[in-house]
């Protein structure tokens, strides 16, 4: 940087402000250019006027009305109202993207109509976009990997949850031939293996994992009133790993609290502002896929000649088991990993008089 006596200043002057890169302070500069330099003018007294190779000095794109702001080799910067003058300092090879974003930003309808269409797509994305990707991702796994994430949720379960089955060999046996029977000749039945357990701790229920396994627990068998109510519930089971909606879950998820962070300016998805909407968002992607599954089972169901109904009732005992009656219809539903149980019977009751 070089000290100039004022008087070289040219006549085409700007009003700007002035950061010298060291320290918070801004002055208030006249700024002007003089040959192939651009000088800047403090008005304090003594050594007023300083100055820099235009070469080196980097301008920010048109944006707008927004102020321009002037890069200066030495680190600091000048940040100038938007002028004709400072293209003629600084020319730029003409940008397509750069001038467009300019149009943009001096209409507001324009900006309306582009907010728009930025929620339009996003939702779309939500919607349509990121499940079939999360499908086709998932269609292309080896099945080492949903193998190994298995391994480790069944690693964790057997510690604390699962207990060998109490059931009599006889009942195991049947129960395992009416499985068989019900999926042979389905989509991935040779992956699919019914694993009986004993699991005081997580009562009635049953469970799939993305490797094919799986588990209904003792205490689902002792509050089915018939095995059919039994295989309604494996039906729904089998739909999940048909469909892969473990592995589908786990990408959608994962996908949804890096897109929250992305847009909302955490990547590390520790704020409320963004695990909030994503939790919504990843229980949203859970209950489809649990409408996705009973689907399957009510078709399953009917084309062995038995009736989705049972399906109907075991879940209204299984949601009274659970004390989840009243959760329907409530904010707490959108919580839910889950649909509502009656939107459930009510499917399976639909289902089962288009028989």
């Given at each position: 940087m070089r000290s100039m006596p004022a008087s070289i200043l040219g006549s085409d002057v700007m009003e700007g402000q002035w950061s010298d890169g060291r320290s918070s302070r801004l002055?208030?500069?006249?700024?002007?250019?003089?040959?192939?330099?651009l000088q800047a003018d403090t008005g304090d007294a003594g050594e007023s006027i300083h100055d820099w190779p235009l070469a080196y000095i980097r301008i920010s794109p048109r944006l707008g009305r927004t102020p321009r702001t002037l890069t200066l080799p030495d680190g600091g910067c000048i940040e100038l109202a938007d002028?004709?003058?400072l293209d003629e300092w600084f020319p730029r090879p003409p940008s397509r993207v750069e001038a467009f974003a300019d149009w943009l930003e001096r209409r507001k309808y324009a900006i309306a109509a582009s907010a728009l269409i930025t929620v339009a797509l996003i939702v779309g994305f939500l919607q349509y976009g990121l499940p079939w990707a999360a499908l086709k991702i998932a269609e292309r796994l080896p099945a080492s990997v949903e193998r190994s994430a298995s391994n480790q949720?069944?690693?964790v379960l057997e510690r604390f949850h699962l207990?060998?089955?109490e059931l009599p060999d006889a009942r195991q046996q049947a129960l395992q031939s009416q499985f068989k029977r019900l999926v042979a000749g389905e989509p991935r039945a040779d992956q699919m293996r019914l694993n009986l357990v004993n699991a005081a701790g997580i009562g009635p229920n049953a469970f799939a994992l993305p490797d094919g396994r799986i588990y209904m627990t003792d205490q689902l068998v002792e509050l089915a009133e018939s095995d059919d109510e039994l295989l309604a519930v494996l039906a729904h089971e089998a739909g999940h790993h048909v469909h892969r909606h473990g592995v589908r879950g786990a990408i959608e998820g994962s996908s949804v609290f890096v897109l929250a962070?992305?847009?909302l300016g955490d990547a590390t998805g520790s704020s409320l502002a963004v695990s909030i909407p994503a939790t919504l968002l990843s229980n949203g992607f859970s209950r489809d896929h649990e409408r996705e599954a009973d689907q399957y089972a009510f078709a399953l169901l009917k084309r062995h000649g038995k009736s989705p109904r049972d399906f109907a009732t075991l879940m209204a005992r299984l949601m009274k088991a659970h004390?989840?009656?009243?959760?329907?219809g409530s904010v707490i539903g959108y919580l839910s990993t889950h649909p509502p149980s009656q939107e459930r019977v009510?499917?399976?009751e639909a289902a089962d008089a288009s028989r």
């Open positions: 002055r208030t500069v006249k700024v002007s250019r003089n040959g192939d330099w002028s004709p003058t949720v069944v690693k207990q060998p089955t962070g992305l847009m004390g989840m009656e009243d959760v329907d009510r499917a399976a």
